[in-house]
């Protein structure tokens, strides 16, 4: 039997090693976001934190949230308006000597990142050090236009 794990647990809790994160996906839950990922990230000492989530899909889930939600303001969500779909599911963590890369199929759901089987593929990098580094300066190019 394949054994589960959370890409977020991957991260670590180092929380000398990142500082910053950026997350893509399509389908983006508040409330899980807040309450499941957001602890992960500041546990891994990530404080800045911006997720990029498809516009169409975003709105409906705005008009989705009842009167007694209030988003929390420690991160930046921004909604990306594409012809199509925006449906990369990326994961970038920044430190000053460290980065992390995670590409995978997973939203930022209960579902995307707790219950459904999703392939993720994960890097890690120290300074220039790492064969991966190459990858992930294209990911990051890759995200800059948005």
Known sequence: ?????NVLELLGADKNKY?????TCYSFDFIFFEQRVLPILRHAGILNCTVFVDSKIFQHQVDELDGAYVQNTSYSIIPVPMHGAF?????MAFGKNNGFLAVGSGNLTN???SNNDEVWGAFHTYKTESKAAAL????????EAF
């Open 19 to 23: 500082h910053s994160c950026i997350i």
């Open 111 to 113: 579902s995307g990142l």
């Open 136 to 143: 992930f300066k294209n990911a990051f190019n890759y995200l």
């Open 1 to 5: 039997m394949i054994e589960r794990y």
């Open 87 to 91: 449906h990369p599911k990326v994961i």
